[in-house]
């Protein structure tokens, strides 16, 4: 079992960043993978980057070039830095875990809000 608690969300300026966290707790050493979706409104969730313990990563064509997802896994913890944010990155941004029976666990989501 494991439980994802995501921070960092808010508002800022197209051009700006912000660094959004989550952190993991229960039984860590069942997790394969941590990543970040996100979902706007009217549209289906959508992968944005994801990583592995072993620092492999994938990134969303929109995001690459533009957003880090970087772990750490003394803290328990994945952090996803986004730079050069446009209008279209505003959603809400879900914390994902998959273990090794392939069961996910999700956040209760941090909302970014990107200003034109």
């Known amino acids: 079992q494991v439980q994802l608690v995501e921070s960092g969300g808010g508002l800022v300026q197209a051009g700006g960043s912000l660094r959004i966290s989550c952190t993991a707790s229960?039984?860590?050493?069942?997790?394969?993978?941590l990543g970040w979706y996100r979902q706007a409104p009217g549209k289906q969730r959508e992968l944005v980057a994801r990583?592995?313990?072993?620092?492999?990563?994938n990134y969303a064509d929109s995001v690459k070039g533009r957003f880090t997802i970087s772990r750490d896994n003394a803290k328990h913890t994945v952090n996803l830095q986004m730079t050069s944010l446009k209008p279209e990155d505003t959603a809400v941004y879900y914390c994902?875990?998959?273990?090794?029976?392939?069961?996910?666990?999700w956040g209760q989501g941090t909302q970014v809000t990107v200003s034109s």
């Open positions: 994902n875990a998959i273990d090794y029976l392939n069961i996910d666990a």
């Open positions: 229960g039984r860590i050493s069942s997790i394969r993978s």
């Open positions: 990583i592995t313990g072993g620092g492999s990563t």
